[in-house]
């Protein structure tokens, strides 16, 4: 049969690496990759997935009030690690 299909371009991108992968033709990867899909669609009927959920934590007041407090307080631990990799601290 033959159609026409449009797909994603991350699909289309990772279908051209096998394809380049295995020396084969676009057509033959495609129809392989659906009757994989075909297959396991029918096998596992579609499931809703759970919903993520993350813990979260308060973590206290920051160390500091902005970008310029950050950019001290980053130079400061970097110096700090520095000092102890030479044995200073």
Known sequence: MRTTVTLRDDLALALERIRKERDSSFKDVL???VEHGVI???DK???QRKPFNIRTFDLGK???N???ELKELIARL???E???KIGLK
């Open 62 to 64: 920051p160390l500091f």
């Open 78 to 80: 970097d110096e700090e």
């Open 45 to 47: 009927p579609h499931r």
């Open 40 to 42: 396991q669609m029918q």
């Open 66 to 68: 902005g970008a310029e």
């Open 82 to 84: 520095d000092l102890r």
């Open 31 to 33: 129809n392989e990759a």
